[in-house]
């Protein structure tokens, strides 16, 4: 059973900078992709930062310039750098990874982790 664990959430101050890390637990399997998405109180789920591990990065408007997502294939974990916090930034943030197991690609998300930022 593969599970997907996210850390580094918090309380940071706007200006301030956070990084969020997704683990599997699995070393034996391979992330393919990897993608963040955040969801405020009253909003929907919105998609803030994808990527190919290896290939290209994209991110939503909100982010650009200000968040970098990045893989560490030894540790078998994806990160979100998040720089220049602002309040607006608060969410709960999720990961989901496309990970390459003996069944094939599967699609895994981890549990949610808080990031508030004060004004």
């Known amino acids: 059973q593969v599970q997907v664990a996210e850390s580094g959430g918090g309380l940071v101050q706007a200006g301030g900078s956070l990084t969020l890390s997704c683990a599997v637990s699995e070393s034996r399997f391979s992330i393919r992709a990897m993608n963040w998405y955040r969801q405020a109180p009253g909003n929907e789920r919105e998609l803030v930062a994808r990527?190919?591990?290896?290939?290209?990065?994209d991110y939503s408007d909100s982010v650009k310039g200000r968040f970098a997502i990045s893989s560490d294939n030894a540790k078998n974990t994806v990160y979100l750098q998040m720089n220049s916090l602002k309040p607006e930034d608060t969410a709960v943030y999720y990961c989901?990874?496309?990970?390459?197991?003996?069944?094939?690609?599967?699609?895994?998300w981890g549990q949610g982790i808080q990031v508030t930022v004060s004004a």
């Open positions: 989901n990874l496309v990970v390459v197991t003996t069944g094939g690609r599967s699609d895994y």
């Open positions: 990527g190919v591990v290896g290939g290209v990065r």
